[in-house]
């Protein structure tokens, strides 16, 4: 099968991490206020995409999409819930804290790890330390998302 990329030309904002439709507000763990919005995002560098439909009629308008984020060090990606966007997030260099709800507890993501995400999580990530973070993000979403 051959791999066909795709790279979207036009982008809302050039470090659009999360759809605006699925941020949400941030809850109060009681020690930490959930961010509502991104910073220190350094780069989102798309890498391609797929589309979904000729090979599973049910995902005609959908592509499996494939990025490169860093978050400098003290930069988080904002509170967000999951909407029929799974996805999965593979550290390749740094470390990330993510909190996921309901607890929303810390879970630390070193390099070589991954996290998956299905519909309905809600979380948000941290760069808790003094070096980038940089990951792979793949992720199904509708063709006409950045």
Known sequence: MAFTS???????????????????TGPSTGVVVAPTSNAGVLAVRSL?????????????????????ITI???????????DSRPGVAYLL????????????????LKAGEAAFETTGVSHWWRNETSQPARALVVDIVEESTP
């Open 93 to 108: 260099e740094g470390r990330l804290t993510e909190r996921r709800g309901p607890s929303y507890s810390p879970v630390v």
């Open 48 to 68: 391609g995409s797929q589309p979904l439909g000729g090979d599973f009629s049910a995902l005609k308008g959908r592509v499996l999409r494939l990025r490169e």
């Open 6 to 24: 795709s790279v979207a030309t036009a982008v809302a904002h050039p470090l659009a991490v999360v759809p605006e439709a699925e941020r949400v």
């Open 72 to 82: 400098a060090p003290g930069g988080h990606i904002g509170l967000h819930r999951h």
